[in-house]
């Protein structure tokens, strides 16, 4: 059967990522989470100094884009592949909130971006991939034969991310999240380069009330349609 390419974006922590590895995983495709990518440019100027909470220098983090290495890494076949920042294993370190302070601003560079987007487009050249992002079905692949547009009410998803983020021991509070998740929504769809919009052929999901296995069913039976050539 003929694989296709599948776009995931919307809002910031609406379960993008999860949904997008759930489909890869049962249809046997590449999972990319471009989000990963814009977090570890983030992660590699911060390191160099060149942003922060108090600096952002626009100038020297372009000059240092050619520094920076981005591949995907897989343990196993069943586990999700993590980012490695030239060469190093940074999964943890990019979801940190420092990073996920920056990481907007970050994103509205336009040579970020086209690094990025290159690199992202030669990821799903040969079809067969689920990609999550903000710009996927609209800018990376605006062909895409499936394109689902994810959102939930804030206080939602900041009470995912705020519980995600407890988990793996980052010291935040819930107002904390809740503002970097409506900081990030208005810098995502106010920017000039690739905002974030839904695609005119996306399908919207509000997932406020949904669990993730009803979640999953809906977007795999869609997937199942497109690749059986139906819809
Ligand atoms: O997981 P979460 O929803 O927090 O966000 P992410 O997917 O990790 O993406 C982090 C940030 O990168 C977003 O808030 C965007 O500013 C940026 N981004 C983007 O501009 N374009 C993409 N295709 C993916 C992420």
């Known amino acids: ?9 919307g809002f910031s922590s609406t ?14 495709y590449v999972f990319v989470d471009s989000g990963a990518m814009y977090r570890a ?9 060149h942003i922060s909470t108090t600096v952002f220098n ?9 520094e920076i290495s981005l591949s995907f890494k897989k343990e196993n076949s069943s ?8 060469g190093e294993n940074v999964e943890r370190e990019i979801r940190l909130m420092t990073v ?3 990481v907007s601003s970050v994103a509205t560079i336009s040579s970020v971006r086209v690094k990025l987007v290159e690199q992202q487009q030669q990821m799903g050249e040969g079809k067969g991939v689920v990609m999550d992002g903000r710009d996927i079905g609209t800018v990376v692949f605006p062909g895409a034969e499936l394109k689902i547009f994810m959102n939930a009410s804030a206080d939602k998803r900041a009470r995912r991310r705020y519980d995600e983020l407890i988990a793996h021991g980052d010291n935040v509070t819930y107002t904390e999240v809740l503002e970097n998740v409506r900081e990030r929504d208005h810098i995502d769809t106010t920017r000039e380069d690739s905002p974030l919009v839904k695609a005119g052929d996306a399908i919207e999901i509000d997932n ?5 296995e009803d979640q999953f069913h809906i977007i795999l039976q869609l997937a199942k349609d497109r690749i059986a050539g139906r819809l």
């Open 1 to 9: 059967m003929g694989k296709i390419t599948i776009a995931i974006d």
């Open 15 to 28: 379960g993008k990522s999860t949904v997008a590895k759930q489909l890869a995983d049962w249809l046997g």
């Open 41 to 49: 440019v983030t992660l590699y100027a911060m390191r160099k100094g």
């Open 58 to 66: 626009k100038r020297k983090l372009e000059e240092c884009l050619d």
């Open 79 to 86: 586990s999700k592949a993590e980012m490695y920042l030239n």
């Open 100 to 102: 996920s302070e920056l």
């Open 208 to 212: 406020s009330e949904m669990n993730l």
